[in-house]
């Protein structure tokens, strides 16, 4: 009895180790494709002229909501590579890993052709008037499905080092294909093209990390499960993303042309409190949905994952707070005169959301995604509503962005103390 309770004890210990371990890692990745994505951006805005810079970031703005309905297939597909890892069913994983990327690769091509058929009215939204710009950016939607595949296998079998690497990849491969053709005088062409040959040569890197699963066999396993879960899980997900981009794009559309630009480097700067701790997250989903696979202690991983986001995001709010003209001036160059305060508040809602991603992506490896979904749903819907109705200034956006965040977690979090005691009547049954 006691042999076996010590057993335990080391499984959890070395279940917690790795969490650490893999956490930092992907934090260290995330911070590195965070570091290249700000460099692009900062590399754009010195190498484009301000017209030509405003319509390359509002079309990558709008662009990364849109990114997010590809980018949601990867939770779906790393929930069901561990539950059929934890089963010891690689043959499965194998089968579901060739399904989803023949229906990902044809539903790419779909988007595509969708895409570009609405290109006029993006270029009008947005006041560009070449429609190829929108045309080239949506291009990307080819592989844009199929990547994310890739990478949730990938994340699904706990193989983090390739994960990490190949998310990094496409950042590195679009900073400094961009830097190349817009020194080659290409302009808002060569910010644009990158990002397509990014996604290609990532597909085909992706592609051969996972070759040796066909040395398993291709067992046929039941995915009707998997396009329920992945329904309300790609709704959270967009959600999620428009709550987190959307005021970019609004900004660019209601402010003037120079408070837009000073909000745009503003959130670039505040985001970091966003994307700094997410790798713990990306660490945890599949660590918690195989525990809940096997009927293990999930929770205690959650409260784990949850300290490290709030002091890794914590610590930057807290940089802002007190030297914050110091880390304007010293990234963002001084171009951006934007009031200390709003990047505190700024970087206090990110803080936020990335804690509801955290909760967010442990609900989803416990199968409660519809409960997730609806609560994002209402949130993504007021925020856009109040930009709309209350745009006239950057302190407006700001704290509409402060008030969507704590929201977020206000309405996703109840959902912890639900889980919580579910697990205690576990243990007293």
Same mark, same amino acid.
């Given at each position: 009895?006691?042999?076996?309770?010590?057993?335990?004890?080391?499984?959890?210990?070395?279940?917690?180790?790795?969490?650490?371990?893999?956490?930092?890692?992907?934090?260290?990745?995330?911070?590195?494709?965070?570091?290249?994505?700000? $460099?692009?951006?900062?590399?754009?805005?010195?190498?484009?002229?301000?017209?030509?810079?405003?319509?390359?970031?509002?079309?990558?703005?709008?662009?990364?909501?849109?990114?997010?309905?590809?980018?949601?297939?990867?939770?779906?597909?790393?929930?069901?590579?561990?539950?059929?890892?934890?089963?010891?069913?690689?043959?499965?994983?194998?089968?579901?890993?060739?399904?989803?990327?023949?229906?990902?690769?044809?539903?790419?091509?779909?988007?595509?052709?969708?895409?570009?058929?609405?290109?006029?009215?993006?270029?009008?939204?947005?006041?560009?008037?070449?429609?190829?710009?929108?045309?080239?950016?949506?291009?990307?939607?080819?592989?844009?499905?199929?990547?994310?595949?890739?990478?949730?296998?990938?994340?699904?079998?706990?193989?983090?080092?390739?994960?990490?690497?190949?998310?990094?990849?496409?950042?590195?491969?679009?900073?400094?294909?961009?830097?190349?053709?817009?020194?080659?005088?290409?302009?808002?062409?060569?910010?644009?093209?990158?990002?397509?040959?990014?996604?290609?040569?990532?597909?085909?890197?992706?592609?051969?990390?996972?070759?040796?699963?066909?040395?398993?066999?291709?067992?046929?396993?039941?995915?009707?499960?998997?396009?329920?879960?992945?329904?309300?899980?790609?709704?959270?997900?967009?959600?999620?993303?428009?709550?987190?981009?959307?005021?970019?794009?609004?900004?660019?559309?209601?402010?003037?042309?120079?408070?837009?630009?000073?909000?745009?480097?503003?959130?670039?700067?505040?985001?970091?409190?966003?994307?700094?701790?997410?790798?713990?997250?990306?660490?945890?989903?599949?660590?918690?949905?195989?525990?809940?696979?096997?009927?293990?202690?999930?929770?205690?991983?959650?409260?784990?994952?949850?300290?490290?986001?709030?002091?890794?995001?914590?610590?930057?709010?807290?940089?802002?707070?007190?030297?914050?003209?110091?880390?304007?001036?010293?990234?963002?160059?001084?171009?951006?005169?934007?009031?200390?305060?709003?990047?505190?508040?700024?970087?206090?809602?990110?803080?936020?959301?990335?804690?509801?991603?955290?909760?967010?992506?442990?609900?989803?490896?416990?199968?409660?995604?519809?409960?997730?979904?609806?609560?994002?749903?209402?949130?993504?819907?007021?925020?856009?509503?109040?930009?709309?109705?209350?745009?006239?200034?950057?302190?407006?956006?700001?704290?509409?962005?402060?008030?969507?965040?704590?929201?977020? $977690?206000?309405?996703?979090?109840?959902?912890?103390?639900?889980?919580?005691?579910?697990?205690?009547?576990?243990?007293?049954?």
């Amino acid at each position: 009895m006691a042999i076996n309770f010590s057993r335990t004890i080391l499984k959890e210990r070395l279940k917690t180790d790795d969490l650490a371990r893999h956490g930092l890692l992907m934090t260290a990745f995330g911070l590195l494709a965070g570091l290249l994505n700000y $460099l692009y951006q900062l590399s754009m805005g010195i190498m484009l002229s301000p017209a030509e810079f405003a319509t390359l970031f509002s079309l990558f703005s709008l662009f990364m909501i849109v990114l997010w309905i590809p980018r949601s297939l990867q939770l779906p597909m790393t929930k069901f590579v561990s539950a059929l890892k934890a089963r010891g069913n690689m043959s499965g994983v194998n089968y579901l890993w060739r399904f989803s990327l023949k229906g990902t690769l044809l539903l790419g091509l779909i988007a595509f052709a969708a895409s570009a058929a609405a290109s006029p009215l993006v270029s009008r939204l947005l006041n560009i008037d070449n429609n190829l710009f929108p045309l080239i950016m949506f291009l990307s939607f080819v592989f844009a499905f199929s990547v994310p595949v890739n990478l949730g296998v990938l994340q699904g079998l706990q193989r983090f080092l390739p994960l990490g690497f190949s998310q990094t990849l496409w950042a590195l491969l679009r900073l400094s294909l961009a830097v190349l053709l817009v020194s080659l005088g290409l302009g808002v062409y060569g910010g644009l093209i990158p990002i397509v040959l990014a996604f290609g040569i990532v597909f085909l890197v992706t592609m051969y990390l996972l070759k040796g699963l066909s040395s398993f066999g291709n067992e046929r396993v039941e995915l009707s499960a998997l396009r329920s879960y992945t329904g309300f899980a790609s709704l959270a997900f967009v959600c999620f993303a428009m709550l987190t981009n959307i005021d970019v794009v609004l900004a660019k559309h209601y402010l003037s042309s120079q408070s837009a630009e000073v909000y745009a480097g503003m959130s670039l700067l505040g985001r970091v409190a966003l994307f700094a701790p997410m790798g713990i997250a990306v660490a945890m989903f599949p660590k918690t949905s195989e525990l809940f696979e096997r009927g293990g202690d999930h929770l205690s991983l959650l409260k784990k994952s949850a300290l490290y986001v709030v002091l890794i995001g914590g610590a930057v709010v807290i940089t802002y707070l007190l030297f914050p003209d110091f880390v304007r001036d010293f990234l963002l160059r001084g171009k951006y005169a934007f009031a200390s305060p709003d990047l505190v508040k700024y970087g206090l809602a990110m803080l936020f959301f990335v804690l509801s991603f955290l909760l967010m992506s442990y609900f989803l490896s416990l199968n409660r995604s519809k409960k997730v979904a609806l609560p994002l749903v209402g949130v993504a819907i007021l925020q856009v509503v109040l930009i709309v109705l209350y745009h006239s200034s950057i302190a407006q956006l700001v704290n509409i962005m402060l008030v969507s965040g704590g929201l977020c $977690l206000a309405f996703i979090f109840p959902l912890y103390w639900e889980v919580r005691n579910e697990q205690k009547q576990t243990r007293n049954r």
